[in-house]
């Protein structure tokens, strides 16, 4: 279209361009109130991108700025602005591809990029031609910014690229891309091997007849001598590794050694890339013959990017020993988030145990390379410790601390790999490391917490006064560092062997309380956070043994008056509240004196959000809650009502916690509803008269929430059932209707989590306990499943209650159990010591199989057991 902006236009918005950069605030505000003026003109847009586009005597921040404000206009105005007007904005934007100017070219590919998305590639269909052809020019600069506005677009609209809606433009970008990764520019030949990335990791099917092609032309410029292309490069085997690595095979070996090469590069951004391949390639099935080959050469290269670069001592402030009296930067404190009360039944095993969150944010080349060096090691085992051990022996005892310092970072990274291979040297190693707690370099101080970390299960297991007594105590000084990034290392330490340790450090306890409580007086904002983390986990760890008046009168106090500081919106109320829920487990009764102040103000928090929630559905101008504290606030009140049982009645009767329960099982948030049926089974255990009337609206709203879909929620609800049941008795008769066929479809589940399996299939187990004429016609439906998850669970009072459960109901229904009684017999012998009146009932059930049976048929019948399993059940049911 032809159109020409007027002059009088032109210096009306030059000005307002100027002045648009001011800092000014007040400047700021005039010049959006003009912007808004000048928007209400249909042909406004072009103005800008003619400002961008031609106006080359301008100067750059101008047209810049003419640029980012057309960008937000079609963001904001897209469905508004006039046909005619985006055709010669679209126009304008391809004549300007090729600027001499780099962030003016950079700008119109953001504005080609902005108005495809927008308005769909569909709707430009010249679009991806003209800049493919733009890719030919002989002009650098049309090459660049072509190559540069395709980069873009293929990141927005990867999937839409290779669909037949746009008659499938990949088929001639692809070859087109590869033809440029020999291109004799260097950032024409980065573009070209982005835009190929993208398709890569995308698993584009029209890359795949090309991928030979790819990894030969990758190979060509693996060791190009600009460093943007090196690193593309080593990201394009990544992403090959984790879809397309049956194709690599062949190349391996000049891979391998290419992406070595680049491990060492002096440039860190290659070398991160690079190293970042080791960990795609260790989760091949076939790694270790691949890595096995360059082992000797791989792990003194990874062993020596751990260590600090110049740059990161100063970031980290590594020469810098005390700092603990600098008040922390509200932007150096990381969120936190609470997580949600989990029911879980005591098993065998620990593997559902969730690991710590790792955080990718301060993702780095030394931290890459100490987790290739953890992968190499869990792959290889001791088998790598021939490699290993003199590179250990070389750093670890080097007089350069930033060398020694990468040494201790090692031996933290092989802990697990190599644990048994290490055994051998750690009564040597162990009291180094001790000793290098005292180091004079902070770093080296704080890197010493984290590897012995790694190594305190073996402390714990040996001799207290060789190794775990002299660990503590150095820790606990550590804890008192006067350096803040060693205290957050120490805290974290600490929490570790209060995991390992558990009831071996109640000995320890006044001495560590005395200390954990001097440092809330120390520390700042930061490392408080992670100290109250550590509080908490040692009362997880002691338990009870806490629930002495001399330990008790030590930690309270300080903890309360924090508590009392906070306000009800401050975001360090959530870990102080966690900390407080360990306590009140712990403490049990001998919480009994603080509780009152800490139950109101639960409620309180609770009571809160629910009205603000309700106030922001009657009007939009308030904000939303911040429902996180509630749920924290649940939590707190399931641990206050586990630890002082019974006690916690009163309290319950004198409130509307009942009230506000019932609206909290109805939250639309999951979180909340899984805290609140953690809270309703546990109130139900503590005080059920007060939980009884609201009974059938509980009810309710759990058959409502027996949905696989939502795991923890049906869990906590599942587990809820259970111990209303019990409490409900013969009352539950009304219910089982309404819960049982749901319970026996999520124990009949494939794939379900453990834990869920667990919880349900004990509250079937309940059910039948309490209304065995109910459950019993059903046995056949779960029986064998039942069977199988019981027996993978420890002795406790859960356990006993299903199980006299499914007793009653095998007594109602022994026809329901016959084809699977010899599960029955597996999960009676999994039990370590039966309550007597439980060993008894088993033992009936099966002398009573037996008698009908026939002792030959019955000894045909066991002659199927697994030897352990005929010896168990003869030791304890006499069979």
Known sequence: MAWTPRDEGLQQLLPILKVSQSPDRATQLAVQMKLEEFNCYPDFNNYLVY??????????????????????????????????????????????????????????????????????????????????????????????GAFSALQKICEDSVEILDS???????????????????????????????????????????????????????????????????????????????VHSDHMVPHMCQIVGNILLCSQDADEDVALQATDFWLSL?????????????????????????????????????????????????????????????????TESDEDEDEDDKSFLDWNLRKCSASSLDMVANIFREDCLPVVLPILKETLFHQEWVIKES???????????????????????????????????????????????????????????????????????????????????????????????????????????????????????????????????????????????????????????????????????????????????????????????????????IEQTINQEMLCEQ????????????????????????????????????????????????????AVRQSSFALLGDLSKACFSQVYPFITEFFLSLVQNLNPDFIEVCNNATWAIGEICLKLGEETKQYIHLVLSDLIIIINRQNMPKTLLENAAITIGRLGYVCPDEVAPYLPEFAREWCTILRQIQDNTEKYSSFM???????????????????????????ENPPQNLQQVIQNILQVFKNQMGEENWQSFTNQFPSPLTYRLNYLYDI
């Open 619 to 670: 009007n939009q101008s308030y904000d939303f809650p911040d429902k996180e504290r509630m749920i924290a606030a649940l939590d707190l009140l399931c641990s206050l009502a586990e630890g002082l049982d019974r006690h916690i009645e009163p309290l319950v009767a004198s409130s509307n916690v009942l009230h506000l329960l019932c609206q909290c099982v109805l939250d639309v948030m999951p």
């Open 805 to 831: 459960g499914m007793c009653h109901m095998i007594r109602l229904n022994p026809e329901g159990v016959v084809p699977d009684f010899i599960f029955f017999c597996d999960a009676a012998a999994s039990w």
């Open 282 to 346: 260790g989760m091949q099935r076939n790694c270790r013959d691949m890595l096995a080959l360059i082992l000797s050469q791989l792990v003194p290269v990874l062993v020596r990017r751990m260590q600090y670069s110049e740059v990161d001592i100063i970031l980290l402030k590594g020469n810098v020993d005390e700092d603990d009296e600098e008040p922390d930067r509200e932007q150096d404190i990381s969120p936190r988030f609470h997580k949600s009360r989990v029911h879980i039944i005591n």
């Open 164 to 242: 037949a809606a746009l008659n499938r433009p990949l088929n001639i970008m692809i070859p087109k891309f590869l033809e440029y990764f020999k291109h004799n520019s260097p950032k024409i030949r980065s573009h070209a091997i982005s835009c190929i990335n993208l398709f890569i990791i995308n698993r584009s099917p029209t890359l795949m007849p090309h991928i030979d092609s790819l990894i030969k032309n990758l190979l060509h410029v693996s060791l190009d001598v600009d460093p943007v292309v090196r690193k593309n490069v080593c990201h394009a085997f990544v992403c090959l590794m984790q």
């Open 51 to 144: 400002v961008l586009t031609k106006l080359k005597t301008e100067d750059l921040a101008t047209r810049t700025m003419s640029g980012l404000i057309l960008k937000n206009n079609i963001l904001e105005q897209s469905t508004n602005l006039q046909p005619e007007f985006v055709e010669y904005i679209k126009h304008e934007c391809l004549q300007a591809v090729g600027d001499s100017l780099p962030l003016i070219r950079a700008i119109v590919g953001i504005l080609i990029t902005t108005i495809a998305s927008k308005g769909g590639l569909h709707n430009w269909p010249q679009l991806l031609p003209s800049l493919c052809e733009m890719l030919d020019n002989q002009d650098y600069n049309v090459c660049e």
């Open 407 to 605: 040494g201790v970072l090692a031996l933290g990274a092989i802990a697990e790999g190599c644990m048994q291979g290490m055994i051998q040297h750690l009564p040597e190693l162990i009291p180094y490391l001790i000793s290098c707690l005292s180091d004079k370099k902070a770093l080296v101080r704080s890197i010493t917490c984290w590897t012995l970390s790694r190594y305190a299960n073996w402390v714990v297991n040996q001799p207290h006064d060789q190794y775990l007594k002299p660990l503590m105590e150095e820790l606990l000084k550590r804890i008192l560092d006067s350096n803040k990034r060693v205290q957050e290392a120490a805290c974290s330490a600490f929490a570790t062997l209060e995991e390992e340790a558990c009831t071996e450090l109640v000995p320890y306890l006044e001495y560590i309380l005395k200390t954990l409580v001097f440092a809330f007086s120390k520390y700042q904002h930061k490392n408080l956070l992670i100290l109250y983390d550590a509080v908490g986990t040692l009362a997880d760890s002691v338990g009870h043994h806490l629930n002495k008046p001399q330990y008790i009168d030590i930690l309270m106090p300080p903890l309360i008056d924090k508590w009392n500081l906070l306000k009800d919106d401050d975001k360090d109320l959530f870990p102080l509240l966690e900390c407080l829920s360990s306590i009140a487990t712990a403490l049990q009764s001998g919480f009994l004196p603080y509780c009152d102040p800490v139950y109101r103000r639960c409620i309180s928090l």
